[in-house]
């Protein structure tokens, strides 16, 4: 393996017949990522359940419950390397009860598979998978029409797929878009090029995924610094030494850059950036460093570093696109705690300003209750300040999540507008 | 391509390193589970990393089922004093005289199962409200589905199908008295990516993951150690094999490959080549299809 391969995280969504599993046992069988004592396992479980050949869906099989209904029930992460990259699959549920476990799954994904049955076209799922992809701020999203073996591999029912697509997709914020005609359960177009569409000129799946552009998918620009923890080692070798620990979530520091800490603002210089492998120049998203400043300044966790040129909002009142993933509907004007980077606050739901219907993409300014899998816009008041960026701008600095102190649940997921 | 990326061990590292930090921020007192394996020494090895300069602020927990290979408990004792950490040990064979376990009858019983009591015990006898693991998603189906941070009740039992979400790299730690998380930083690596890094990072492993001579018997499909706790079957016989481990557990179900693979070098090429799962050499798993699934929603690593 090169060792300048990067990482690359996706998620894939379909709904329950789209055939999801397969393509996910496709991409990990026909990169070889499937290993002997797996594969007698699932012939075996083929066998036992009368299926003709080896079923690849069951590769992605996981909890009992899941096997013995025949569905998924929670998030699944998948890992397979080629020569190019290594990657992790966030298998996610298709059905609509499970809404919250795509958000999870999209939330760290730097692309997404949308798995469309070719004989069906763009369903609703396909338009509020297609939706979440867009709200969580998936750089590159990957159609995959599925099943092209059932209609004949016909390039019009391909392009029927397309224009149906478009036509809704021109509504949603989504950078990249692609289409791939696949056969799952065949392997067209997967990993190895079909011979049975010609008429297509992309490259198959495992290549498009192999070669997506993402070294630019972090934000280079706007440096911050979460404050994770204060590390003062006090041993002989390092009497004085006071490093902040964090990562550096998006942006570049060097040393002798000036800098600003928030919410206090005091400013400083950047004295050195530590590691256990030695001291650095600079560091870059999305490194874990130490830091020392110049001045001594009183810095804790939920403190952050910026440049005192490129700040972050200051806010107590917040316009967030918020996801509610508890079976608890919120109550109205109830409390919550807030995270956000490594900074916790109380919070309070001021106002839902409306509701969205995944569905139609209509927003409802009178259905304002909060119940799983709603996706609303509302105002949070903090008790105190947070530092936040446009979760358009930063997925890290832009997103957020509410615990429900009377169960210690996380009940939302928020993404600041 | 940009000079600001990060390759992928990289990427990892920094993941692990992040996670690390949260959970010393985010808990009282977490402990790393160490069992002497490659995957808790990859742990420990990021944990100094992570608070450095530093010392690890954790002690190491290690549940000793007293069916260990001498060589792993040494090297246990040498890190400690290395790195100048606390040491806790949860012993299985305390839990026996207590009468807390009984031990499995049989050909093929094992302390495996055992050590989840003793485990629950020492958590709660030490206060601990969260345990690093070296756990990874790719280990095993039902491990697949874990959180980093992931929460188990007051009977330290999991519950697979109830889980907290778990979105971006917020997570939450918060727990009520009696219960306790356990974290697992090295959630997205593989076991290459683990090999990959131990020979990256130069890190020192027990002398069982290297090819050895040794004494073993032919079971299940790989060869046994012979020890003090082995009962042979009238049809099995004790012969001298070049082997390794690929994982390392109990001396009594840990089953070693054969190979030639005498450097780290060499183990990664083989690593790199293998067809099988590197539990697949492990009895405890093969009992059933959801062995790990059930040990773990008991309360188990």
Same mark, same amino acid.
């Given at each position: 393996m090169i060792d300048n391969n990067q990482l690359l995280r996706f998620t894939t969504a379909g709904s329950v017949d789209d055939g999801k599993s397969?393509? !996910? $046992?496709?991409? +990990?069988?026909?990169?070889? &990522?499937?290993?002997?004592?797996?594969?007698?396992?699932?012939?075996?479980? &083929?066998?036992k359940r009368g299926h003709e050949g080896v079923d690849l869906a069951l590769f992605t099989d996981g909890l009992r419950d899941e096997r013995e209904q025949g569905i998924?029930?929670?998030?699944?992460? #998948?890992?397979?390397?080629?020569?190019?990259?290594?990657?992790? !699959?966030? %298998?996610?549920?298709?059905?609509?009860?499970?809404?919250?476990?795509?958000?999870?799954g999209a939330s760290t994904a730097n692309a997404a598979i949308i798995l469309v049955d070719a004989r069906h076209g763009v369903i609703e799922q396909t338009k509020r998978h297609s939706f979440i992809a867009s709200l969580l701020q998936i750089p590159h999203v990957i159609v995959c029409v599925n099943k092209m073996d059932l209609v004949d591999y016909s390039e019009e029912a391909f392009n029927r797929v397309i224009n149906q697509f478009e036509e809704f997709s021109s509504k949603l914020l989504v950078r990249d878009i692609r289409f791939i005609p696949i056969s799952a359960l065949e392997g067209d177009n997967v990993v190895?090029?079909?011979?049975?569409?010609?008429?297509?000129?992309?490259?198959? =799946? =495992?290549?498009?995924?192999?070669?997506?552009?993402?070294?630019?998918?972090?934000?280079?620009? %706007?440096?911050?610094?979460p404050v994770q923890t204060v590390l003062r080692p006090q041993n002989d070798s390092h009497r004085d030494y006071r490093g902040y620990a964090g990562r550096l979530e998006s942006g570049v520091l060097r040393v002798g850059d000036e800098i600003t800490v928030m919410p206090s603002g005091f400013t400083s210089k950047i004295k050195s950036i530590d590691t256990f492998d030695g001291t650095l120049e600079e560091a870059f998203a999305p490194m874990s460093v130490s830091i020392t400043l110049e001045d001594d300044i009183?810095? &804790?966790?939920?403190?952050?570093?910026?440049?005192?040129?490129?700040?972050?909002?200051?806010?107590? %009142?917040?316009?967030?696109?918020?996801?509610?993933?508890?079976?608890?509907s919120a109550k109205p004007r109830a409390k919550y705690t807030i995270r956000h980077t490594s900074n916790e606050q109380k919070a309070m739901i001021k106002d839902v300003v409306y509701k969205i219907d995944i569905n139609t993409l209509e927003r409802n300014t009178n259905d304002t209750e909060l119940n799983m899998n709603d996706i609303c816009k509302v105002t949070l008041r903090t008790t105190k300040p947070l530092m936040v960026d446009s979760y358009r701008e930063n997925r890290t600095t832009g997103s957020i999540i509410l615990i429900d102190d009377a169960t210690n649940e996380t009940v939302a997921a928020g993404m600041v507008v | 391509m940009s000079r600001y990326y990060l390759n992928y061990l990289d990427e990892l590292e920094s993941e692990a390193i992040f996670v690390l930090r949260e959970v010393w921020a985010q808990f009282q007192h977490?402990?790393?589970?160490?069992?002497?394996?490659?995957?808790?020494?990859?742990?420990?090895?990021?944990?100094?990393?992570?608070?450095?300069? &530093?010392?690890?602020?954790?002690? +190491?927990?290690?549940?000793?089922?007293?069916?260990?290979?001498?060589?792993? !408990?040494?090297?246990?004792?040498?890190? !400690?004093?290395?790195?100048?950490l606390n040491l806790i040990v949860g012993s299985v064979q305390e839990s026996i005289d207590a009468g807390r376990v009984a031990e499995e009858k049989g050909k093929s019983a094992t302390r495996n199962a055992l050590q989840t009591t003793t485990l629950l015990d020492a958590i709660e006898k030490h206060k601990i409200d969260?345990?690093?693991?070296?756990?990874?998603?790719?280990?095993?189906?039902?491990?697949?589905?874990? #959180?980093?941070?992931?929460?188990?009740?007051?009977? $330290?039992?999991w519950d697979p199908k109830n889980q907290r979400p778990e979105l971006w790299n917020l997570f939450n730690g918060k727990y009520f008295e009696g219960e306790h998380f356990r974290a697992f930083p090295i959630s997205n690596w593989t076991e290459m990516d683990v090999w990959n890094y131990i020979k990256r990072e130069n890190i020192a492993i027990p002398s069982l993951y290297f090819a050895h001579e040794r004494e073993v018997v032919w079971r299940q499909d790989s060869w046994i150690p012979n020890s003090e706790f082995l009962r042979l079957e009238a049809h099995e016989e004790v012969i001298v094999k070049k082997i390794r481990f690929r994982t390392l557990g109990d001396i009594t179900i840990t089953g070693g490959i054969e190979s030639d693979a005498d450097t780290l070098e060499k183990i990664v090429n083989e690593v790199s080549g293998m067809r099988q799962t590197e539990r697949g050499n492990r009895s405890d798993d093969k009992r059933s299809e959801s062995a790990m699934e059930d040990r773990k929603r008991q309360g188990y690593f």
């Amino acid at each position: 393996m090169i060792d300048n391969n990067q990482l690359l995280r996706f998620t894939t969504a379909g709904s329950v017949d789209d055939g999801k599993s397969t393509l !996910i $046992g496709r991409l +990990l069988y026909d990169s070889k &990522s499937i290993f002997e004592d797996q594969l007698a396992a699932i012939e075996n479980t &083929s066998k036992k359940r009368g299926h003709e050949g080896v079923d690849l869906a069951l590769f992605t099989d996981g909890l009992r419950d899941e096997r013995e209904q025949g569905i998924t029930i929670d998030v699944a992460y #998948r890992y397979f390397t080629t020569p190019k990259r290594k990657f992790i !699959i966030a %298998d996610t549920p298709g059905h609509i009860q499970y809404t919250r476990n795509m958000v999870t799954g999209a939330s760290t994904a730097n692309a997404a598979i949308i798995l469309v049955d070719a004989r069906h076209g763009v369903i609703e799922q396909t338009k509020r998978h297609s939706f979440i992809a867009s709200l969580l701020q998936i750089p590159h999203v990957i159609v995959c029409v599925n099943k092209m073996d059932l209609v004949d591999y016909s390039e019009e029912a391909f392009n029927r797929v397309i224009n149906q697509f478009e036509e809704f997709s021109s509504k949603l914020l989504v950078r990249d878009i692609r289409f791939i005609p696949i056969s799952a359960l065949e392997g067209d177009n997967v990993v190895n090029r079909s011979e049975h569409m010609n008429w297509y000129q992309g490259a198959p =799946l =495992l290549h498009t995924l192999e070669t997506l552009h993402i070294s630019s998918d972090i934000n280079k620009v %706007d440096a911050r610094f979460p404050v994770q923890t204060v590390l003062r080692p006090q041993n002989d070798s390092h009497r004085d030494y006071r490093g902040y620990a964090g990562r550096l979530e998006s942006g570049v520091l060097r040393v002798g850059d000036e800098i600003t800490v928030m919410p206090s603002g005091f400013t400083s210089k950047i004295k050195s950036i530590d590691t256990f492998d030695g001291t650095l120049e600079e560091a870059f998203a999305p490194m874990s460093v130490s830091i020392t400043l110049e001045d001594d300044i009183d810095i &804790s966790r939920g403190d952050m570093i910026v440049r005192t040129k490129n700040k972050p909002e200051v806010v107590q %009142d917040i316009e967030v696109m918020l996801c509610w993933l508890h079976n608890n509907s919120a109550k109205p004007r109830a409390k919550y705690t807030i995270r956000h980077t490594s900074n916790e606050q109380k919070a309070m739901i001021k106002d839902v300003v409306y509701k969205i219907d995944i569905n139609t993409l209509e927003r409802n300014t009178n259905d304002t209750e909060l119940n799983m899998n709603d996706i609303c816009k509302v105002t949070l008041r903090t008790t105190k300040p947070l530092m936040v960026d446009s979760y358009r701008e930063n997925r890290t600095t832009g997103s957020i999540i509410l615990i429900d102190d009377a169960t210690n649940e996380t009940v939302a997921a928020g993404m600041v507008v | 391509m940009s000079r600001y990326y990060l390759n992928y061990l990289d990427e990892l590292e920094s993941e692990a390193i992040f996670v690390l930090r949260e959970v010393w921020a985010q808990f009282q007192h977490p402990v790393i589970l160490f069992s002497g394996g490659k995957d808790s020494i990859v742990v420990t090895h990021l944990a100094r990393k992570a608070f450095y300069p &530093s010392k690890i602020p954790f002690a +190491l927990m290690h549940v000793d089922t007293g069916h260990n290979f001498p060589e792993t !408990i040494k090297f246990r004792d040498d890190l !400690i004093k290395e790195l100048g950490l606390n040491l806790i040990v949860g012993s299985v064979q305390e839990s026996i005289d207590a009468g807390r376990v009984a031990e499995e009858k049989g050909k093929s019983a094992t302390r495996n199962a055992l050590q989840t009591t003793t485990l629950l015990d020492a958590i709660e006898k030490h206060k601990i409200d969260c345990a690093i693991g070296g756990g990874r998603r790719d280990e095993e189906k039902a491990r697949a589905k874990e #959180r980093f941070f992931s929460h188990r009740d007051d009977f $330290g039992q999991w519950d697979p199908k109830n889980q907290r979400p778990e979105l971006w790299n917020l997570f939450n730690g918060k727990y009520f008295e009696g219960e306790h998380f356990r974290a697992f930083p090295i959630s997205n690596w593989t076991e290459m990516d683990v090999w990959n890094y131990i020979k990256r990072e130069n890190i020192a492993i027990p002398s069982l993951y290297f090819a050895h001579e040794r004494e073993v018997v032919w079971r299940q499909d790989s060869w046994i150690p012979n020890s003090e706790f082995l009962r042979l079957e009238a049809h099995e016989e004790v012969i001298v094999k070049k082997i390794r481990f690929r994982t390392l557990g109990d001396i009594t179900i840990t089953g070693g490959i054969e190979s030639d693979a005498d450097t780290l070098e060499k183990i990664v090429n083989e690593v790199s080549g293998m067809r099988q799962t590197e539990r697949g050499n492990r009895s405890d798993d093969k009992r059933s299809e959801s062995a790990m699934e059930d040990r773990k929603r008991q309360g188990y690593f």
